[in-house]
């Protein structure tokens, strides 16, 4: 989420987004929105494609049969980039939040800056897309991943367990303690004007911090989906959660649902 790269600067529609090599190639040749390395600005949809397209290089597999060869196949972990057809009858509908209205929409995308404008709306997706069954079959791997609860909390065990699940070793407990390694504190570039503070990304994932997002322990990690799904890892704690709902919610982080779930949860420990 360092990269630049939060958006692409020219227009891109849905059936482009499903198009691999084209939006690869797109991002490979387009200038950062800013100096890579030196701020976060979420990359809602891109993040997928330049860390996906870095494992096909390197594996010769695109991440949704990376992930299944390597990770949830030999685990049995119930998750997959894109949803199988012999799955399909098994996919809840996705209930989009009450829409807000034209002066709200105005109003927000006001304090937009081009690089979270292209973030967030380039192309633009809701419910009514992540319902469709082409977009389900699609390879878009930061925002068609498919899973019950039980499979999200699974795959955030390998790092709560500091990389073990059950008796099998699926990362070295260094290479699962890397994914927290913060990147520096910042205003997000993207989600900051809906922020009132500061915020740290790992590699990848947010991390707990001083705001409490995944629990009391500010080293606890996790990431939030639109409408309110949820991820976390606490390694000292040994606690990994999921968290996966229909009816959205109108927030892309912090959900009050997930927050309470979050607080119910360590108040059990």
Not at 46 to 71: C, D, I, K, N
Not at 141 to 162: D, E, K, M, W
Request: glycine share 14%.
């Amino acid at each position: 989420h360092r990269a630049g790269l939060s958006g692409l600067r020219e227009p891109h529609s849905l059936e482009q987004l499903c198009d691999w090599e084209l939006t690869v190639a797109r991002l490979a040749a387009q200038e950062p929105w800013w100096e890579p390395g030196t701020r976060s600005g979420y990359h809602a949809l891109t993040y997928g494609f330049l860390v996906g397209e870095v494992v096909r290089r390197v594996s010769g597999l695109l991440p949704g049969a990376f992930l299944e060869r390597e990770v949830t196949g030999p685990l049995g972990i119930d998750f997959t980039i894109g949803l199988p057809g012999k799955e399909a009858g098994r996919v809840a509908e996705l209930v989009h939040p009450p829409a807000a209205t034209t002066s709200e929409q105005a109003s927000v995308f006001a304090q937009l800056a081009p690089a979270a404008l292209a973030a967030l709306t380039n192309p633009p997706v809701g419910a009514a897309e992540a319902n469709t069954s082409w977009w389900r079959a699609a390879e878009i791997p930061a925002a068609n991943g498919h899973g019950t609860a039980r499979a999200v909390a699974a795959l955030y065990g390998i790092f709560a367990s500091r990389g073990s699940y059950g008796s099998r070793q699926v990362l070295s407990a260094a290479a699962a303690e890397r994914v927290r390694e913060g990147q520096g504190s910042c205003r997000d570039l993207v989600l900051g004007a809906g922020f009132a503070h500061e915020t740290e990304i790992g590699l990848g994932l947010w991390l707990s911090g001083p705001n409490g997002s995944y629990g009391p322990n500010p080293r606890a990690f996790g990431h939030d989906g639109f409408g309110g799904s949820c991820g976390l890892a606490d390694p000292e704690a040994g606690v990994s959660l999921g968290y996966v709902m229909n009816r959205m919610g109108p927030h892309i982080a912090d959900d009050p649902r997930k927050r309470a779930l979050v607080e119910a949860v360590y108040a059990a420990l």
